[in-house]
């Protein structure tokens, strides 16, 4: 949320896109700490599934609103 709220905040499409591309990849990252959190034993198995959806539904929502962006901007 943070890395959109940046993006947002500097009024330029490019930088707005550049941030997506970075809240992406975060949506990427956190999912692989779920499976560190899974294989450690600090996350149930009956709740990754749910939790790892959510990162992956996140992540095209951002690739949605990137690829809008990118095609209003031609």
């Known amino acids: 949320m943070a890395n959109l709220a940046e993006g947002f905040e500097r ?19 956190v999912r692989s700490h779920l499976y560190v959190a899974l294989d450690a034993g600090y996350l149930a198995r009956e709740e990754f599934p749910s939790l790892r959806a959510d990162t992956e539904e ?17």
């Open 58 to 74: 996140v992540s095209r929502i951002i690739a949605g609103l990137r690829s809008s962006l990118q095609t209003a901007g031609k």
């Open 11 to 29: 009024s330029h499409r490019r930088e707005l896109l550049q941030d997506l591309a970075v809240a992406k990849a975060s949506c990427g990252e």
